[in-house]
Structures are given as C-alpha cells and as structure tokens.
T-cell receptor, first 113, second 115 residues
C-alpha cells in the first residue's frame, strides 16, 4: 500500500540555520503531496502542497519540490526562526479512490535563539 | 474563517467509562476523520466518514465506534475506556475528492487521559 517515510528527529537548530527534512513516498500513480505543521498545543495545519511532478510548493519561507524520479518531497527553509519550532508531517493523498491521507510519523523541530 | 472544533481540549476519564468526543465543522465538508496521535507513532486513522450515517474503519478501529447523524458533526465513542486509549485525538474534515487533492482541515485536538 501507499506509505510515507520521513526523518523523525527530534532536531534542534540555532536560529538562522538551514533546514532540510527528508520525505520519501511509495505510491501507485501520481499522488498529491503535502507538508503539515503542528505548533505546540494546536492541531495540524497545511503548510504547503504539490499536486503533480516537478511542482514546487512554498509558504512562510518553506519550499518543497515534488520529485517523481526520486519519489521525494523534501522540505527546506533557508533560515529558520524560533517561531518555526513545531512538529512537521509529510503526507500523500492516494489516487486509489480513497479520500484518506497517508502521513509520515512526524519530526519535531526545536529552534533555539 | 473555516473551522473544525472539538468539544474539549483536555479530558480525564476513568477506566471502564463510556467516553464521547465531539467534532463539528462549518465548511459543509463531506468527509470527516478521527485520528489518534502518539509519540513515535505519528497519526493513526481510527475511523472516517464520507457521508451522513456512513463510516469506514481506519487502521486502528478496535475499542472505538463513531456516529455521524448530521453532516457537520462526527462523534468518536470509546465504549469502555482503557488506559491504553490515553492519547491525543484529532478530528479533521475534507471536501469530497474527485481528484487526488484532498487537503484535510484539523481541529485543535483533545488530550484524553484514562486513569
């Protein structure tokens, strides 16, 4: 079945450091790909998405490119802030007809000043 | 501002109690979902519903049931709470697909402790 594998952390960075969170997937066809973020004490919210190969999603300084050849959707940010401290989830939307999302296990990021 | 709301942020119950977790969305979404979130395990789908009175089991339905009598409301029921059901419970909703783009909108979560 469809699956998502992502870095699990936890990861601690200093402010202004470069961030990469790896995400790879296994799926049939061409799924849509998502990054969700969960700030402390809150539910998940969509950070960015890409719906077809070579699409780049971007939001709040974060970027991720849908790479079909490497089945990857790595999240990057050039300069993290303390306010980026959160748990990050990679997810895919199956094309099998299901309405479900398949989530990775999440990665906790802490950014220190 | 679109919203998914959950009835409680924190809940403490005793073993054997019947527990109801309520979720309401105001986006007229067809699909609604219940997940539990545990450290190291990520999000696991318990049940989902794609229409009123319709439900499907997710990955971990044992010990849970659901009810969807109205489109905007999806209830998770723990028939007889046990300590291993202590967890964060997240509700989500999405519009009906038709494509592969199925963004889900999440509520703030209910942290349930079973003593």
């Amino acid at each position: 079945g469809d699956s998502v594998t992502q870095m699990e952390g936890p990861v601690t960075l200093s402010e202004e450091a470069f961030l990469t969170i790896n995400c790879t997937y296994t799926a049939t066809g061409y799924p849509s790909l998502f990054w969700y973020v969960q700030y402390p004490g809150e539910g998940l919210q969509l950070l960015l998405k890409a719906t077809k190969a070579d699409d780049k999603g971007s939001n709040k300084g974060f970027e991720a490119t849908y790479r079909k050849e490497t089945t990857s959707f790595h999240l990057e940010k050039g300069s993290v802030q303390v306010s980026d401290s959160a748990v990050y989830f990679c997810a895919l939307s199956s094309v099998s007809g299901s309405e479900k999302l398949v989530f990775g296990k999440g990665m906790k990021l802490t950014v220190n000043p | 501002d679109v919203k998914v709301t959950q009835s409680s942020r924190y809940l403490v119950k005793r073993t054997g109690e019947k527990v109801f977790l309520e979720c309401v969305q105001d986006m007229d979404h067809e699909n609604m979902f219940w997940y539990r979130q545990d450290p190291g395990l990520g999000l696991r789908l318990i049940y989902f519903s794609y229409d009123v009175k319709m439900k499907e089991k997710g990955d971990i339905p044992e010990g849970y049931s659901v009810s969807r009598e109205k489109k905007e409301r999806f209830s998770l029921i723990l028939e007889s709470a046990s300590t291993n059901q202590t967890s964060m419970y997240l509700c989500a909703s999405s519009t009906l697909g038709g494509s592969s783009y199925n963004e889900q909108f999440f509520g703030p979560g209910t942290r349930l402790t079973v003593l």
